[in-house]
């Protein structure tokens, strides 16, 4: 039996005792498209989440992502469109007090666009967290990454909690050889 399911987008390493999730995945869109699915506020909260304050090189901002129940804040790095964005959050206190993840660490994401004819290649890595719970960041960034492809062919995202559940245990597997 075959299964529907899409492939395995993501790899797991350490760096520094720490986790890092690099996510890749090809779009069928152009570049300035795909810059804008992932910059602009307006797009932004349909399918990842809400963003507001200050989106400059330096500005710091809030984000809130209504899937994960998630406040976090922070600060852009760099952005350098339609090519590189560099920020780094971290999950607000009082988001972690009503939810049951992990402690607060500061993250850095960074996405690297890519164009390849008509087409745009996203790479995604996130860097920071507990080693502990790295399989568990593979499976989420890769649901982002897989909304976004359903954002940008203008279909409704999937059942994120049913996906979840089938990426989980793949990502516990590449995680066993990551320390």
Known sequence: MTSNAPPILGSLRSA??????????????????????????????????????????GGEFRMYIESNDIESTGRVEACEPPR???VTNRETDESYRKGQG?????????????????????????QGMPLDVIPFYGAGWQIHAETLAAHIAGREGGDGEERWNELVPAYQALAAGVG
């Open 84 to 86: 590189r964005l560099l």
């Open 16 to 57: 520094n005792g720490k986790g890092v999730v690099r996510i890749e995945e090809r779009y069928h869109t152009g570049i300035d498209d795909l810059w804008a699915a992932i910059t602009d506020p307006a797009r932004l909260a349909r399918w990842h989440g809400q963003v507001e304050g200050d989106l400059r090189p």
């Open 102 to 126: 992990v402690p607060p660490f500061e993250a850095r994401v960074e996405a690297t666009l890519t164009a390849d004819g008509d087409q745009t290649i996203l790479v995604i890595e996130v």
